[in-house]
């Protein structure tokens, strides 16, 4: 075993940790050109990237690993352009889950509720959890092989965001954008606080639509109406019906009452109703309904909350009062049938809305909160992605977006917990509000206001987590001070993140950033699918389809994970994922591994000295360096348009079924020969294999960066003069990426040489598999091949070498008078092939072969006919219209050649 060869097997559990260790050690995760150190220049733009944070207590899925696996390529990658990189790391306090989390363990080891310990002993036994657990999350991303910037770490309870969130809390108070209210809200009675629309789930589940009358004042007449929930009939105030609907409309501005209770509510007309569904006419309960809340304002409606914090009714339920939801149903309806109220009743299936944390079911209540006016800020953020400002890709959530933000409602930003940040208002003993950035601020401006000290209580409330999470981008660069990264670092660049949280976090880092930078907050925003199983469903732990990333990369390592990740995702499409595909990319690791060795191999059997200078490439070593010179172009491309999966792909099929599958199997034949052959074609697997190691680390970073090394100190090591011309950097990671060089003319010809080579080699072989012609056994063969014979001739030590013929009966000629006696032809483009196999041959077969190649043959020219005969031929550039023309000639003569071996038979 030399110095520098490379184990059998690559053992990712030994490489993994070591490799990380070393990057971190030597500082390669901060950025170039740091605002904060000597020769700083504010002159080259940065590429900076703030991770989505996730929850500070939580454990990494699958989402976390695609996104964390995505923001690292991008990262790696304009890391190794040469661009000051910054990657923020940090995490979310997670207002409701932490506190569920930590109510549960008190409750498990104590038998207490946080209500028996109290506020403040509560909050500190939150931050113990936090101190245990919260680096459980940041070691899982670390092991994905995230190049994060973990010196500029932040929490969204920091000390600096914190007064950052005060500060915006403020500033938009000061404004009058923040008031204090009843509105209706998603209330959660089991978690006893509002939750926003992200932490609800809908599920469609089976209910009924129960028919009843609304009974008109001093008349027997009634409003058929109809209801999936009739406990909230006793919130009613009014019924509502379409003002053109002929059965209904004259019985607009009369009298209803209301089952059981008798309470009079009017009867009204609002276009909103839907002649068609149920019966035409709307019960309106606008505390209970987001939609009769609308009603009711436009109607000026009283509003009727009939539930208490619990969800059991309340003192407005008359004599269901104190009763569950579920219990007034049932008892509500029995009296009502009582009374020959009811109708029918029939199945429908519901939309349940249910909470994210429990499952409990979540209800639209009146409340008071506290609200952000949004419409201004909203306009803002609509602004900013219509002029320019901002990118969306995949470009058709834009419209999206727009929906949204053109419908958008006040936002409400307060969360009855203990757990977040406080609102920064404080009251006095007559409820005099003071909104200030401290408690020390808020006395003062008691002290003023009253004319002496005064005693006050801060508001009870916190903030919704999204209100923090919502300044993320410029908060964690310091914000509301002017430090240097956040005049170096903002606006970051882009925002990678699910599609799932484009209104919830997207759009209001957009519009804080907006209202409180003036400037937007990155150009980009990149948006990934979600993952599903195999069969296209949603991972659950009731389905039991959840595949947990942690066992994954134990058993088939980091890099298989990440690229299976990669290259299957798309822009905003959701992606399928089994262990399959993860395993088929552990293989590809594996492949590049034992590529890499046989390189290292060759190397260090090819001569050390020699001028390289004086020996031509090969037709082989051409075709590899064009095919490589093309790639580099297209994946430049690729990434430029966020088209990562494909790039991989093209990385993956380059360096497998070219560069491995047949340059690998020239090489050995060429280090065979030994003297400056050897050495040149040494120095060109050394050139390919470290390009396709650099452009793979983005998504491979572990296995990449060791063979890297290993390719660097072997090559050191043997020939100084075939290192890069700039020489080797320290490490992979801080390499310089292939940047792509200019077409000098050369390629295509040498492509479309070796293209031919391959397609003859490729024939032979399968019709040797079809026949079973071991490879031991080798055949003679005779090649026509018009002009193309001269150039064959040069390469008939690699054809008979990859095709198993025998060189000593192996004839290349430009034409034949007859064909060989015994032999099958097949044909490869204006090239025809004959080999000695007509005993084997039954000839229907090859009849049959024949036919199906000519079919294939023909499809082809229909196809390009049918494309030259289309507007791509005016509107193409010439040349790439050339090359479909000659691909057009090239298969009408191939048709010609089986048409002439048919009539042959």
Known sequence: ?????????????????????????????????????????????????????????????????????????????????????????????????????????????????????????????????????????????????ASCDWSRERFTL???????????????????????????????????????????????????????????????????????????ILGDTAVAVHPEDDRYKDLIGKTALVPMLGREIPVIGDEYVDQEFGTGALKITPGHDINDYEIGL??????????????????????????????????????????????????????IPRSQRGGEIIEPMISTQWFVTIDQMGKAALDAVKDGRIQIVPEYFTKVYYNWLENIEDWCISRQLWWGHRIPVWYGPDGEMFCARSEEEALAQAKAHYGKETALEQDPDVLDTWFSSGLWPFSTLGWPEETPDLTYFYPTSVLETGYDILFFWVARMIMSGLEFTGEVPFHTVYLHGIIRDEIGRKMSKTTGNVIDPLEVMDHLGTDALRFTLLVGSSPGKDMNLSI????????????????????????????????????????????????LRQVTHDIERLFTAYQYGEAGRQIYDFFWSEFADWYLEIAKLQVAEGGLRARKTAQALVKVLDTVLRMLHPFTPFVTEELWGRLKAATQDHSPEMCPSEGWEQALIIARWPEPSAFEGWEDKAAKDFGLVREIVRAIRNLRAEKQVKPGNLISATIAAGEQAEMLAAQAGTITALSHLDPHRFEITSTLDEKPAG???????????????????????????????????????????????????????????????????????????????????
């Open 1 to 145: 075993m030399s110095k520098h060869e490379l184990p059998k097997t690559y053992d990712f559990h030994n490489t993994e940790d070591r490799i990380y260790q070393m990057w971190e050690t030597n500082g390669y995760f901060a950025p170039t050109n740091d605002p904060n150190k000597p020769g700083h220049d504010p002159d080259i733009k940065p590429f900076v990237i703030s991770i989505p944070p996730p929850n500070v207590t939580g454990e990494l899925h699958l989402g976390h690993a695609l996104f964390v696996s995505m923001e690292d390529l991008m990262i790696r990658y304009h890391r190794m352009k040469g661009i000051p990189t910054l990657w923020v790391p940090g995490s979310d306090h997670a207002g409701i889950a932490t506190q569920l989390q930590v109510e549960k363990d008190l409750m498990k080891t104590e038998g207490k509720r946080r209500e028996d310990i109290g506020r403040e002993a509560f909050i500190e036994r939150t931050w113990e959890w936090k101190r245990k657990y919260g680096g459980m999350i940041t070691n899982q991303i670390r092991r994905l092989g």
């Open 823 to 905: 032999s099958t032809a097949l044909v490869v483009g204006t090239t025809e092939i004959y080999l000695p196999l007509a005993d084997l041959v039954d000839p229907v077969e090859e009849q049959a072969r024949l036919h199906k190649e000519l079919e294939e043959t023909q499809s082809q020219i229909d196809r390009l006919e049918k494309l030259l005969n289309s507007p791509f031929a005016q509107k193409a550039p010439p040349d790439v219209v050339g090359k479909e023309q000659e691909k057009l000639a090239g298969f009408k003569q191939t048709a010609e050649k089986i048409k002439s071996q048919l009539a042959d038979l």
């Open 158 to 232: 920091d000390n600096g965001l914190s007064v950052a969130v005060n500060e915006a809390f403020v500033r938009l108070y000061e404004k009058g954008m923040i008031y204090r209210g009843p509105r209706l809200i998603n209330w959660s009675p089991g978690l006893q606080t509002a939750v926003s629309d992200l932490e609800v789930d809908y599920f469609e589940e089976p209910g009924k639509l129960y028919y009843f009358k609304y009974r008109l004042k001093g008349s027997e007449d009634f409003i058929p109406v109809a209801t999936t929930r009739p406990e909230t």
């Open 298 to 351: 436009r109607h000026n409606l009283e509003i009727i909350s009939i539930l208490n914090k619990d969800a059991s009714i309340n003192q407005h339920g008359g004599q269901y009062a104190g009763q569950s939801r579920e219990e007034c149903r049932q008892q509500l309806w029995a009296d009502m049938k009582a009374a020959g109220l009811v109708i029918k009743e029939e199945d429908y299936t519901l939309n």
């Open 580 to 627: 399959k595909k993860v395993e088929s990319n552990r293989n590809f690791a594996n492949k590049l591994w034992n590529a890499s060795r046989l390189v290292l191999g060759l190397l260090h059997q090819s001569p050390t000295e020699g001028n390289l200078d004086e020996i031509d490439w090969t037709l082989a070593d051409s075709w590899i360096w064009a095919r």
